[in-house]
């Protein structure tokens, strides 16, 4: 039967979107709120402000964000009265907005890990029905007496591949130290690798917002859309995806195989989604790294098989059309 469904999400990637298409394909009607949105400079000048300047000297601003945050997201479940609420994420949103749940069906979606995020263990029985992107937080969260399951992340086949051919390596994501080594050791191989992101580019302003005026010696590039980053992962010889020690697999591992990118993951763990060798790459050292980006510019003919294989088995298993349906099995 057709519900209404409120999504309640930042705004990253536009997650929610993707959502929002794949429960509307399936006769739903969906609103949205998105808890995050700094629309405009005054907005995003608020934020650096109250948020991220206070965080930067260590304080905390867990309150100000539950009142600011969770206020608006309650008064959105207020004035659309849906059946149904998505919450995706919602760490910053407070418990009051939790309880504004109590009487609705909710079912929330963690991309992140249970200790990076600000929830409490006295906070979980609030979030109604979990689908976390982690085994090791699905398996806690059922130990605690919760309705949890594993959901990954997805590709949204709205968005089509391109035909450019670029070449090069190239990276897109956010800079952690081990991402920048990494990629620093890469191009010491003789790899020429490019990376994209806010935190990698040279620009004045993308130093200034980051709070950091370090860039390592790698070429680089601007944060790019969604949809930007889907045609450079594309149309590059191949991609690379970095986890490091990170529970779950990121939204690039399905987006750089439904594009129809030659991925290069270092978690062979992957093969619970994609046949490694064949519709991915896994690297586990510097070296093989290296190696399988000098075979993918090199053997177009073997990188396309791979492209091809991995973006079939993305739509056929792999998108939110799939994981719109196992969240909706956990509604509490």
Known sequence: MPTRVLIVSPAFHGIWRSLAVALEASGHEVEHHLYDENAGLVAKARHHLTVELPARLGRSTDAHLAERLGGAARAAVLRTRP???????????????????????????LYDQLDAMRFTPEM???????????????????????????VALAYDPTFEP???????????????????????????????????????????????????????????GRELSRGDAHQVMQAADATI?????????TLRTFEASGIGAVQ?????????????????????DVDELAELCRRASLDRSWGDAIRAAGRRRTLAEHTFAHRASVLLELLD
Not at 243 to 248: L, N, S, T
Not at 271 to 282: A, H, I, K, N
């Open 241 to 249: 995806n970095i986890h490091g020690a990170q529970d779950g697999f």
């Open 124 to 150: 979980w029985s609030s979030l109604g029905g979990v689908g976390s992107f982690s085994h090791t937080d699905t398996d806690r969260l059922r130990s605690a007496g919760l309705t949890a399951g594993y």
């Open 83 to 109: 059946d149904v609420v998505v919450t995706i994420k919602g760490d910053v949103l407070g418990e009051q907005y939790w309880e504004s749940l109590a009487r609705v069906p909710h079912v929330t979606w």
């Open 162 to 220: 391109g035909s450019q051919h670029t070449g090069g390596v190239v990276f897109a994501g956010a800079r952690y130290p081990q991402r920048e080594e990494l990629l620093l050791r890469v191009q010491a191989a003789g790899v020429p690798v490019v990376a994209y992101g806010r935190s990698w580019s040279k620009h004045p302003f993308d130093r200034l917002r980051t709070w950091d005026l370090h860039r390592p010696d790698i070429p680089s």
């Open 264 to 284: 290069l993951i270092d978690r062979p763990d992957v093969s619970e989604f994609y046949e490694p060798g064949t519709e991915v790459l896994v690297y586990q």
